[in-house]
């Protein structure tokens, strides 16, 4: 299992932009689909991005398109979530975890890191 550690949160004003990374430990992590979840207070934890294993292909949740990219460096096992245009609504915690390769919105293991904390000031 992959041990993800997530950095890159903090508070920002509306309409300001952050770059969320999360680390990854282990050889297998170029094996991975990978994504970003967020779940903020009283509230479920929900599908934000995901990437394929080589980079190649991404997937948004309506919320994040347009506004939010994903990316990864398997030579630095790390994959990035790049968000612009960042709205209240935005605020909660956000995980990086690997996903489930028949359905990316999934997590595929039960262990979260931390998260890194994301605040959105209007």
């Known amino acids: 299992q992959v041990q993800l550690v997530e950095s890159g949160g903090g508070l920002v004003q509306a309409g300001g932009s952050l770059r969320l990374s999360c680390a990854a430990s282990?050889?297998?992590?170029?094996?991975?689909?990978m994504g970003w979840f967020r779940q903020a207070p009283g509230k479920e934890r929900e599908f934000v991005a995901a990437?394929?294993?080589?980079?190649?292909?991404?997937y948004y949740a309506n919320s994040a398109k347009g506004r939010f990219t994903i990316s990864r460096d398997n030579a630095k096992n790390t994959v990035y979530l790049q968000m612009n245009s960042l709205k209240p609504e935005d605020t909660a915690v956000y995980y990086c975890q690997v996903v489930s390769g028949s359905n990316w919105r999934v997590p595929a293991f039960g262990s979260w890191g931390q998260g890194t904390q994301v605040t959105v000031s209007s």
């Open positions: 990437i394929s294993s080589t980079g190649g292909s991404t």
């Open positions: 282990g050889r297998t992590f170029s094996t991975y689909a």
